[in-house]
Nanobody
Framework: QVELVESGGGLVQAGGSLRLSCGASGLTFSRYAMGWFRQAPGKEREFVAADSRSGGSTYYTGSVKGRFTISRDNAKNTVYLQMNSLKPEDTAVYYC?????????????????WGQGTQVTVSS
């Protein structure tokens, strides 16, 4: 049984930082690309960041480029999202997801497994 568990969310002031973690079990982690998505109240889930299976390539949505960094530790079966210079518009539930393919990293329906999400709230 595959399980993805996010942690590290919380309340932070604008300009602050948070690091989200997502631990994976029940799958061969190194064979999956990992992605982060977010969903704000009343809005659709949107792509935030992803990396390739090797971690050699990374992808970001434009609004987070230069502020967020995705990384992984295959030895720990964990993917991270370092979020700096946070803005109130970053407030959302953040989800990690695992993708067994090698393309369409920004497309949520391409992902095979999802975590339950962690709340990030940025106050102004």
């Amino acid at each position: 049984q595959v399980e993805l568990v996010e942690s590290g969310g919380g309340l932070v002031q604008a300009g602050g930082s948070l690091r989200l973690s997502c631990g994976a079990s029940g799958l061969t982690f190194s064979r999956y690309a990992m992605g982060w998505f977010r969903q704000a109240p009343g809005k659709e889930r949107e792509f935030v960041a992803a990396d390739s299976r090797s971690g050699g390539s990374t992808y970001y949505t434009g609004s987070v480029k230069g502020r967020f960094t995705i990384s992984r530790d295959n030895a720990k079966n964990t993917v991270y999202l370092q979020m700096n210079s946070l803005k109130p518009e970053d407030t959302a539930v953040y989800y990690c997801a695992a993708h067994g393919g090698s393309s369409y990293y920004t497309v949520s329906r391409a992902y095979d497994y999802w975590g339950q999400g962690t709340q990030v709230t940025v106050s102004s």
